[in-house]
Nanobody
Framework: QVQLVESGGGLVQAGGSLTLSCTAS????????MGWHRQAHGKARELVAV???????NYGYSAQGRFSISRDSAQNAVHLKMNSLTPEDTAVYYC???????????????WGQGTLVTVSS
């Protein structure tokens, strides 16, 4: 069973920075991609950032230019560096991992429990 454990959430003032970390119970090399999603109160869950096993990154619109995702294979971890935070970034942030299971592209997603980020104005 894959476990993803997030850390680094908390309270930060607007304009500040925060780094989230996600540690996997399996080697992150076993996943085709890992990333972060978030869900604000009363809103739909949205993509924040994804990084593939090859290092290619993709960011959601709200994260472009402010957030940076990276991976650390030695620690089986993925990090999300968030800069210039605004109250609109307040949400529960979830670590995700995707594993393709067959040649047709079917996949299985794994999710962490989430970590709360609160940005005060």
């Amino acid at each position: 069973q894959v476990q993803l454990v997030e850390s680094g959430g908390g309270l930060v003032q607007a304009g500040g920075s925060l780094t989230l970390s996600c540690t996997a119970s399996k080697s992150i090399s076993s996943f085709d991609s890992m990333g972060w999603h978030r869900q604000a109160h009363g809103k739909a869950r949205e993509l924040v950032a994804v990084i593939t096993s090859g290092g290619t990154t993709n960011y959601g619109y709200s994260a472009q230019g402010r957030f940076s995702i990276s991976r650390d294979s030695a620690q089986n971890a993925v990090h999300l560096k968030m800069n210039s935070l605004t109250p609109e970034d307040t949400a529960v942030y979830y670590c995700t991992a995707r594993r393709v299971v067959n040649v047709e592209g079917a996949y299985r997603d794994f999710w962490g429990q989430g970590t709360l980020v609160t940005v005060s104005s």
